[in-house]
């Protein structure tokens, strides 16, 4: 075999093994994006009953609550970015971060310092590349969060937002999150959203007037305990939309290498197949030549 | 009694348990509540503990939940806990 077509042959395998991987990293990443979609689709009855509830509560009593309150002179701001853990997912994690810088730019633009609160080993690895600090971060549960990790970190930020926002400590008078929204298997959106102070939102089901409420043990307390609940419920929810997201960004970028493989496999046999034309053109034309030459000698000699 | 109550007891990650029911009982930060159909609306907020549910086929069903509340709405009961077993 010429030294040619081995390198084609050679070429050839190793797309071929390449392409194994990535056809089997496409079909588990599309089996866990209809996980991914069941998970947000089960979370959404309990975020509905909770913004129901706070609705309620907010519309039937004026308690001002520190969540609520917006700082009549904010100084610092935190920044949640929710990204991946793992990469082979196209631009998923990139573009969440730059969201991110866009809206920092934003705030900073407002005179504010920012504080950053990382989701997702991609997002610490860009940040600690580049020497920017970092308040706190997770890693581990990107593409697949229990509710234990979101109230773990809205702990943390509702922790930060409550402390005084002196110069000395870790307080924040705003919280913005930055995640990925998933719209459908082909569209997912970098979004930027302010979380607290609180503004409550409508349910995508509207339940007509709400009923008068009695209270136990009182307005006061059912929003004190409802309110924390309701921004870890949000974040859960980010964070859900974030993994499905996340899934199917790396099917979408899987199933491209894939084709891409497929085309390679396709450029390389035909290159492959040249060689061997190539080769078995100029055997025989080696051959024909030395038999002439053979024939024309012993014409010469006799 | 004319109707039933239509309870859901959820979860952030899923919904634990939903169906007809003919009482509640939890016990809220002020105390033990009984909820039988044509309750007041009510939202109250849960100390940890165990949620009975009686269902309207007799049987009786207990959660355990922790960190919730409970709301009533024209015979609507919903339970939601962080954490529901």
Redesign the interface.
């Given at each position: 075999m010429g030294a040619q077509l081995r390198i084609y042959r050679r070429r050839m395998r190793s797309v071929k093994a390449t392409k194994k991987i990535t056809k089997a990293m496409e079909l588990i990443s599309a089996s866990r994006i209809v996980k991914a979609q069941q998970?947000v689709a089960?979370?959404s009855?309990?975020?509905n009953?909770?913004t129901?509830?706070v609705t309620?509560?907010a519309s039937f009593s004026n308690t001002n609550h520190p969540l609520t309150t917006p700082h009549p002179n904010p100084r610092r701001a935190a920044v949640l970015i929710i990204t991946a853990d793992r990469g082979m997912a196209g631009a998923y994690s990139n573009s969440a971060i730059k969201e991110g810088d866009q809206l920092v730019a934003l705030l900073k633009e407002r005179g504010l310092s920012v504080e950053s609160y990382l989701v997702g080993r991609k997002a610490v690895n860009f940040y600690r590349f580049r020497n920017r600090a970092i308040a706190n971060s997770w890693t581990g549960f990107s593409d697949n969060p229990?509710?234990a990790h979101?109230?773990e970190i809205s702990d943390s930020l509702i922790n930060a937002f409550l402390a005084e926002s002196g110069t000395e400590s870790h307080g924040v008078d705003e919280l913005h999150i930055v995640y990925t929204e998933f719209k459908s298997m082909i569209t997912q959106l970098p979004q930027a959203k302010r979380m607290l102070p609180l503004e409550v939102v409508e349910t995508t089901v509207k339940t007509g007037l709400?009923?008068?409420?009695?209270?136990?043990?009182s307005p006061e307390?059912?929003l004190n305990?409802?309110l924390p609940?309701y921004v870890?419920?949000r974040v859960?929810n980010a964070m859900l939309q974030s993994a499905a997201s996340e899934h199917a960004a790396r099917r979408r970028a899987m199933k491209s290498a894939t084709d891409n493989a497929d085309e390679l496999i396709k450029s390389l046999t035909r290159l492959a197949n040249a060689a061997r034309q190539a080769e078995i053109t100029q055997e025989i034309s080696e051959i024909v030549g030395g038999a002439d030459a053979l024939a024309s000698a012993s014409a010469g000699s006799e | 009694m004319a109707t039933n109550l239509t309870v859901?007891v959820?979860?952030?990650?899923?919904?634990v348990w939903s169906g007809e029911a003919t009482m509640v009982s939890a016990r809220?930060?002020?105390g033990d509540?009984g909820i039988l159909p044509d309750h007041?609306?009510?939202?109250?907020?849960l100390v940890d503990g165990l949620v009975s549910i009686k269902s309207a086929d007799g049987e009786k069903v207990e959660f355990q939940i922790n960190?919730g509340?409970i709301?009533v709405?024209?015979n609507r009961v919903?339970i939601?806990g962080?954490?529901a077993s």
């Open positions: 998970r089960a979370s009855p309990y975020a009953e909770l129901r509830a309620a509560v229990t509710y979101a109230k709400l009923p008068m409420y009695e209270f136990e043990p307390n059912v305990s409802l609940r870890e419920a859960f | 859901e959820v979860s952030p990650e899923k919904r809220t930060l002020e509540l007041a609306p009510l939202l109250g907020v960190g509340f709301s709405a024209q919903s939601l962080e954490s």
